[in-house]
T-cell receptor, first 109, second 115 residues
């Protein structure tokens, strides 16, 4: 069910730097969500952006959505070592969510 | 709230054995999802229940897999007989409403290894 693509697949940065992850999809959507998964854990919902929204903020997270390009980005500002995790975008293809392949983020102290 | 509860957290079994994974969704949630995660295929939706009724099982790989939701607080995913290629992490998730496109709340997963 992976119809979304995330870019990059892996990202390594230093603590304090910003991390940007991108997601592309192929269908019309109602909303797009971002989830985080720590190693060995379940996915945790971070933020949801609706199709009529262009940008949304939550703490150090900033999400943008461009429905004309069928793409979204997640920006984590002032990254911390604790942000090390995999990040997944998920969008609704019909009445269910389709998850992207994820970006593995490593933040070095 | 305790969140979505899954058991067991880890399961090691031999090929041919029956495996039963269990899930308790968040109280009051009306939809429940079973996913499988592997390195090769990522996160795949297996089946989706709405008010205890299976809505879409098109992701269930084959007849060896079956899922039930006898009541609003319990669901099982059964693999019989199990095969080594079934080794994966299986997640259960639930949502408050009846639309699968809402925010989903995931359990910690069951890590299954079939030898």
């Amino acid at each position: 069910s992976q119809q979304g693509e995330e870019d990059p697949q892996a990202l390594s940065i230093q603590e304090g730097e910003n991390a940007t992850m991108n997601c592309s999809y192929k269908t019309s959507i109602n909303n797009l969500q971002w989830y985080r998964q720590n190693s060995g854990r379940g996915l945790v919902h971070l933020i949801l952006i609706r199709s009529n929204e262009r940008e949304k903020h939550s703490g150090r997270l900033r999400v943008t959505l461009d429905t004309s390009k069928k793409s979204s980005s997640l920006l984590i500002t002032a990254s911390r070592a604790a942000d090390t995790a995999s990040y997944f975008c998920a969008y609704n293809a019909g009445n269910m969510l389709t998850f992207g392949g994820g970006t593995r983020l490593m933040v070095k102290p | 709230d305790a969140g979505v509860i899954q058991s067991p957290r880890h399961e090691v079994t031999e090929m041919g054995q029956e495996v039963t994974l269990r899930c308790k969704p968040i109280s009051g949630h009306n939809s429940l999802f079973w996913y499988r995660q592997t390195m090769m295929r990522g996160l795949e939706l297996l089946i989706y229940f709405n008010n205890n009724v299976p809505i879409d099982d098109s992701g269930m790989p084959e007849d060896r897999f079956s899922a039930k939701m006898p009541n609003a607080s319990f669901s099982t995913l059964k693999i019989q007989p199990s095969e080594p290629r079934d080794s994966a992490v299986y997640f259960c998730a639930s949502t408050p409403g009846t639309l699968g496109r809402e925010t989903q709340y995931f359990g910690p997963g069951t890590r299954l290894l079939v030898l």
